[in-house]
């Protein structure tokens, strides 16, 4: 790598220094800058992916001996939202992990939570930061405990994870007034469009749910000539949905992102929908 960066760098000197005119010769001079500046931020990315690898890796191997044989690389490299103005970031690690009982590897997310002095020119420091593991398993339930702390509608919360309800779209004739099971939505032009609550195949389509803007929606709609998005709450920047989830943290709705509230740090963090749907898709395949 240092060979291939020096060779680069070399080039550009060449070229700032053959430049036929002044004004050439500036432009050459401010575009080695700009190339050099980024080669080095990329450096410095990589070194910093590299040093919270090894950090996510001796956490595993020192706090989960039953990992005997897996690998690890990060998943998402910022979990948290972009606004998310809290002193805590997060960032996730997809593991494969083999299970002697199968012979098979088993997927596992981990979570790492860093606080305001988590790096430095040493690489990760440790006291800043706190780590997660989730299976399958754990994480559909803090997923589907979420979805329920953010749907609107009492009868599209889901009650039973081998049944996850949604929306199918059906015409206006079809629709049943004195049937739970069905319900109107007002689209964005005005128009009032008629569903019928379904239920999908945990094992063939949970994993294709997704966390959109406007609430749940089924990704792959193979099954299903329309599938309405389950609508969550709608709330102002201000406003918050909390549920006490378990010993270490508390579930948070606000702004459309999975918010976590650890207990011991006493910080809320907001994990974003695309990073959310990464983490489901990869437990789930």
């Given at each position: 790598m240092k060979t291939k960066i020096q060779f680069i760098l070399l080039i550009i000197l060449l070229f700032s220094m053959n430049a036929k005119s002044q004004n050439k010769e500036s432009l050459a001079v401010a575009g080695a800058g700009l190339i050099a500046t980024g080669?080095?931020?990329s450096i410095a990315v990589e070194q910093l992916k590299?040093?919270?690898?090894l950090t996510?890796?001796?956490y595993i191997i020192k706090n989960h001996k039953e990992m005997y044989a897996f690998s690890l690389s990060i998943l998402d490299y910022g979990v948290t939202k972009a606004s998310d103005l809290s002193n805590i970031s997060a960032f996730s690690f997809s593991i494969q992990s083999l299970n002697p009982s199968t012979g098979k590897y088993d997927n596992f997310?981990?979570?790492m939570f860093v606080g305001k002095g988590w790096y430095n020119d040493y690489g990760v420091n440790t006291s800043y930061t706190k780590f997660k593991l989730f299976d399958k398993e754990e994480w559909n339930k803090v997923f589907t405990s979420y979805c329920n702390l953010a749907i609107a509608d009492p009868r599209l919360k889901i009650k039973n994870i081998e049944a996850i309800p949604t929306l199918k779209r059906i015409s206006a004739k079809d629709f049943k007034e004195n049937d739970t099971s069905f319900v109107h939505r007002t689209d964005v032009n005005g128009r009032e469009l008629s569903y019928e609550i379904v239920y999908l195949d945990k094992n063939k389509d949970f994993k294709k749910i997704a966390l959109t803007k406007k609430g749940l929606e089924l990704r792959d709609l193979r099954d299903f000539d329309v599938v309405g998005i389950v609508p969550?709450?709608?709330?102002?920047?201000d406003s918050y949905?909390?549920?006490?989830?378990?010993?270490?943290?508390?579930?948070?709705y606000n702004e459309n992102s999975l918010g976590l509230f650890l207990k011991d740090w006493g910080v809320l963090t907001q994990i974003g929908n695309?990073?959310?749907?990464?983490?489901?898709?990869?437990l789930n395949e």
């Amino acid at each position: 790598m240092k060979t291939k960066i020096q060779f680069i760098l070399l080039i550009i000197l060449l070229f700032s220094m053959n430049a036929k005119s002044q004004n050439k010769e500036s432009l050459a001079v401010a575009g080695a800058g700009l190339i050099a500046t980024g080669i080095a931020t990329s450096i410095a990315v990589e070194q910093l992916k590299e040093s919270m690898e090894l950090t996510a890796t001796e956490y595993i191997i020192k706090n989960h001996k039953e990992m005997y044989a897996f690998s690890l690389s990060i998943l998402d490299y910022g979990v948290t939202k972009a606004s998310d103005l809290s002193n805590i970031s997060a960032f996730s690690f997809s593991i494969q992990s083999l299970n002697p009982s199968t012979g098979k590897y088993d997927n596992f997310i981990l979570l790492m939570f860093v606080g305001k002095g988590w790096y430095n020119d040493y690489g990760v420091n440790t006291s800043y930061t706190k780590f997660k593991l989730f299976d399958k398993e754990e994480w559909n339930k803090v997923f589907t405990s979420y979805c329920n702390l953010a749907i609107a509608d009492p009868r599209l919360k889901i009650k039973n994870i081998e049944a996850i309800p949604t929306l199918k779209r059906i015409s206006a004739k079809d629709f049943k007034e004195n049937d739970t099971s069905f319900v109107h939505r007002t689209d964005v032009n005005g128009r009032e469009l008629s569903y019928e609550i379904v239920y999908l195949d945990k094992n063939k389509d949970f994993k294709k749910i997704a966390l959109t803007k406007k609430g749940l929606e089924l990704r792959d709609l193979r099954d299903f000539d329309v599938v309405g998005i389950v609508p969550f709450y709608t709330l102002t920047g201000d406003s918050y949905l909390v549920r006490d989830f378990s010993y270490d943290y508390k579930l948070v709705y606000n702004e459309n992102s999975l918010g976590l509230f650890l207990k011991d740090w006493g910080v809320l963090t907001q994990i974003g929908n695309v990073s959310v749907n990464k983490i489901h898709e990869f437990l789930n395949e």
